[in-house]
């Protein structure tokens, strides 16, 4: 951590105040004594002081925020741009422009128009221009880049700011209390302290006191950048170990497979497509067909002979040539009914077409079929 010893600040003449007659009763509280008519600032205070505010500002580099350096005063100004530039950080070493904070966006826009002319005179289009035009954009070049040098590279709005005088940077410090930056400065007993968020009471007058506060802030932000690099580091090792020993750890033994239940026979017949009335027929054929093998079946197991249909009259093939199983309420001792030859039925139907007579419906029955007859 960087540390601020009472031999640094009495070598650089931190303890010495402003006149008597030009203080500011609010830095009672600061002031040691008077000698020769000068205020002699309490270095106690300004150690202790001092080193908190190093301490925010390490933690605030080490977050990686951005902290800009103010000190527009000419003591301060080559100061403030050695030491920001050594740290990598931003800073405004000469006149404060207003809304630099509060009107960001129209800053950048200047900062815009420097980098354009920056890049005309890098690519030579700067040279098709007339002299006079030459001259008026270098003008505008040298204004724009000495009052925005050191921001001119600043993506955001600064986390923090550092001012060496607060009374010199009074509008700076008012733009941060409206946006809620906090606010780091060195305030001597002609200052307010009010508004500051870190307060250094001590000389801002003295070069060697002005570089001694510039140069630990630097270092704070030095140290803050060290710390999260070696932080970074740190993890991406752990996490680089973590990875060798997952990978050199052995594999994980696959579960045992499991044997699946079939599934019910229900789930494994899938419905098909609807019957079409073709395979419904053939379907219904073979139910009559099952039907008749029962019924045989039945007779047999019952005990009932199934008989053959007896022959025709005129000794031929009946006209069904299947078994004749007699009905239960046939009688024992009624005659069977055969049917007749196909051919004899045929013979004797009348050719009407000749314009034979017809013979009466009874007599041709019992002429083809005498049994009929009989009933």
């Known amino acids: 951590m960087v540390n601020v010893t009472m031999k640094e600040l009495l070598e650089a003449g931190v303890h010495f105040g402003h006149q008597v007659r030009r203080w500011n009763p609010k830095m009672k509280e600061y002031i040691f004594g008077e000698r020769n008519g000068i205020y002699i600032i309490d270095l106690q205070k300004t150690q202790r002081l001092f080193k908190e505010a190093v301490k925010f500002v390490t933690q605030m580099a080490f977050e990686g925020k951005i902290i800009l350096f103010v000190g527009t005063k000419r003591q301060a100004q080559e100061a403030i741009a050695e030491e920001a530039e050594r740290c990598q950080m931003y800073y405004v070493n000469q006149r404060w422009l207003g809304g630099l904070l509060t009107n960001f966006q129209t800053i950048q826009k200047s900062i815009k128009r420097l980098k354009d002319i920056e890049a005309m005179q890098t690519d030579g289009r700067i040279e098709a221009l007339t002299k006079k035009e030459r001259m008026k954009l270098e003008h505008e070049r040298a204004a724009l880049e000495k009052n925005l040098k050191g921001i001119k590279e600043m993506p955001r709005l600064p986390d923090v700011l550092f001012c060496i005088d607060s009374k010199k940077e009074e509008i700076a410090i008012r733009e941060a209390n409206r946006l809620g930056i906090p606010v780091i400065a060195v ?71 499991t044997a699946e239940a079939p599934a019910p026979e229900a789930e494994q017949q ?106």
Request: with cysteine; charged share 25%; glycine share 10%.
């Open 187 to 257: 305030v001597d007993t002609n200052c307010d302290p009010d508004g500051i968020d870190y307060v250094i009471p001590g000389n801002d007058d003295a070069l060697r006191a002005v570089r001694l506060f510039a140069s630990k802030i630097a270092d704070a932000v030095i140290e803050g950048r060290q710390i999260m690099e070696s932080k970074g580091e740190e993890e991406q090792q752990a996490a680089a170990q973590t990875t060798a020993a997952a990978a050199g750890a052995p594999p994980a033994a696959a579960p045992a497979p």
């Open 270 to 375: 899938q419905p098909g497509p609807p019957p079409t009335k073709k395979e419904k027929g053939e379907k219904r054929q073979r139910g009559g067909r099952g039907r008749g093998r029962e019924a045989g079946t039945a007779g047999a197991t019952t005990g009932a002979q199934p008989t053959t249909a007896p022959p025709s009259i005129d000794g031929t093939e009946p006209i069904v040539n299947q078994q004749y199983v007699p009905r239960p309420d046939d009688q024992p001792g009624a005659p069977v009914r055969t049917p007749a030859s196909a051919a004899e039925v045929v013979s004797q139907v009348p050719d009407y077409s000749a314009g034979a007579e017809t013979e009466p419906l009874e007599e041709m029955a019992a002429s083809i079929n005498p049994a009929i007859s009989q009933q």
